[in-house]
């Protein structure tokens, strides 16, 4: 049984659209509840935002009311969910649960324009949504570090396209790699999709957009192609769309539901 929580985390953001998270989160929730045929559960997230702490925006935010409340909502979840974010800080948690539970084989398909490897000190915004993977990895602010970490070599970046200094140093050293082949070691698999992966023309709705990404259909076709890993959860983020505006992305949603929903079997 798939579950669909909706998690309108904004703090994680700071640019001019992050305000309007809240909103396409619900947006696209509700669509994720038609396309899925599963009801929607909406963890409550604050409004507020607090400061700068330790080089992280709304860190008291984060660290406080925003987790407790998703950590909640993970508790006993049954079966795959699938998380509507929010900004991408929103995968701090189900990400880290999975590893909890799924051990050091669990890998990841990091689907984003943005491999968000940054840390407190090399930020350039401060903006948690762009740390939030190195976290899963265990390192820098204690308070977001994973424990245990996802193991290096076992996140796939995809479509990711802008990359800061210290995010192609995290790279190099072999953190995160850049396509599925170069995977090692992954049993089971989370999907990581920031909009973001989309070219802008496709979807206007993204909080963060970047030129030169991905149509719908090669973001739907390279879903599909992970059908042979059995992917134990998954997450949408960065959605700032309207009602009217996610309609569009019915065919990415269907495409990640196939993937939850699949019946395991022998040799997937
Ligand atoms: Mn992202």
Redesign the pocket.
Known sequence: MTLINAVPQRQGAVGSRAAELPDGCLALAELAGHVLGRPVHHVRQTPEVSEVDGGVSSRAVLTGPNRAAQLAALEAPGGPVLTIGGD?GVELIPIGVARFRYGPGLGVAWF???P?LNTASTSPSGAF??M?LRSLFGEDDPEFAAAPALEPGRVALLGTRVFDPEERAAVSRGLAVTSLDALTGVEKLYVHV?L?VLDPSEFPGLN?PEPDGWTIPQLVAALDGLAGYEVIGAGI??CVGTAREVEVLEPVLAAVGRLLMATPREGR
Do not use: I, R
């Open positions: 991408c984003d324009a943005h968000d949504h762009g939030v920031d973001d963060y983020t960065e």
